[in-house]
């Protein structure tokens, strides 16, 4: 793993040990659940019993938290480090979710899934293009793949941040359409391009596609 990506790594762990101290747990929680209900019911998806679906790179507090009742496995590097450092994330609270501590790079299930959440995620993994892989080869064919973008609104900034840590959260500079393109190039279809939350150097994105 690149020096970069363990740098961004620690920072992560720090962001939320800053974001959530003052957060009373319970309340976060709650509000975090309707968050991705929301999110959810932006998405033209339709989930039938016993599907399975990953959430990758799903942090303390991903899109599991509202999807126990399908077969619903999260895996993300830093999960033992989020259990032991926030009080506000135990595998126990979700004991219908299979967790796996581990990169997206080296994560290798034992079958496919009918949707395969990463949110919030690729910005920050090691190996852009074998994560972007993994995540095409994790979804069944016909199935959906859901992937959320912090996207440059300019090139002169995205090239200024490849150069400089000026994002060290987001080892990853590119803007919209190069991310689309990194998943049509691996035989994707875009079915949705959602623009969920607009900010001066990045707006925020929800793709979905199908395999």
Known sequence: MSLRWKIAQAAEIRWWQNYLKKKPKTDYLVWKKKYWE???????????????????????????MILEKYQTDAMDPLLNDYEEKLAHFSKKQYPNIRFFSEPLETFSPKEKYDKVFCLNAINHVADLDLCFDKLVDFTEEGGTLIVSIDAHNYSFFKNIFRLLPGDILHPHQFDLQEYQKMMTDRGCKLEQSILYKEEFFFNYYILVFTK
Do not use: H, M, R
């Open 38 to 64: 929301t999110l959810l019911s932006k998405l033209n998806l339709t989930f039938t019993e016993g599907e399975k679906v990953l959430d990758a790179g799903c942090g303390p507090a991903g899109i599991f």
